[in-house]
């Protein structure tokens, strides 16, 4: 983990993440960031490399496309192109059949730079639209929120929108369920 510049990262978490979730998810942002010093570091090119040959590691790698992991076996690659500014008043629209709830997100999106700059992407820009129907008071608070807030916000929705559709739930019955997994599990 020193490899990978970890500040006070105990090894023994690793192999106690390892063995009680029977599997990791490993999350690479920014691959082409190190990629030069993966062929330099002998070390971090064998970690790579038994990361990405065990079974029950999943590995999710972001980069630019001149950066590619060679270890990678079989690997899916997508290309993320980003929405145009008519792209997105035009999901936008749709989403909220031409409403006045576009008006409304459609406006917050054209005023906040940072919130802008993330509706260019279609997940984040379906989250704002998810999140504006959801909790129609709290997009007051995006405005006051740095760009790493509304990523966790994001990531929260999105977390959310998944347990929900992969339960096959509704709204309401959502409501009560969330409330007791977030009880239970000692969140807010």
């Known amino acids: 983990m020193n490899e990978l510049h970890i500040p006070q990262w105990n090894s023994n978490d690793t192999k106690c993440i390892i063995h009680s979730m029977n599997g990791l998810l490993l999350l690479l942002d920014g691959f082409d960031e190190i990629a030069n010093e993966i062929q330099t570091n002998n070390n971090l090119q064998?970690?790579?490399?038994?990361?990405?040959?065990n079974e029950y590691y999943s590995i999710i790698m972001t980069s630019r496309p001149n950066a590619m992991c060679q270890y990678l076996n079989n690997p899916r690659l997508l290309n993320v192109i980003?929405?145009?500014?008519q792209d997105i008043e035009n999901y936008v629209n749709a989403y909220f059949k031409h409403n006045n709830e576009s008006n409304i997100l459609v406006k917050k999106l054209n005023n906040n730079r940072s919130l802008k700059l993330l509706s260019h992407t279609p997940l984040y820009l379906r989250l704002f639209c998810y999140l504006l129907r959801q909790d129609k008071s709290n997009n007051e608070k995006w405005d006051e929120m740095n760009l790493s807030k509304l990523y966790e916000t994001l990531l929260k929705?999105?977390?959310?929108?998944?347990?929900?559709?992969s339960n096959g739930l509704n709204n309401k019955s959502l409501k009560w369920k969330w409330i007791i997994y977030h009880k239970l599990h000692g969140k807010d």
Do not use: A, E, R, V
Request: hydrophobic share 35%; charged share 10%; with cysteine.
């Open 46 to 53: 064998s970690w790579l490399q038994h990361c990405t040959t």
């Open 82 to 85: 980003g929405f145009q500014s």
């Open 157 to 165: 929705s999105y977390m959310k929108w998944n347990w929900m559709k």
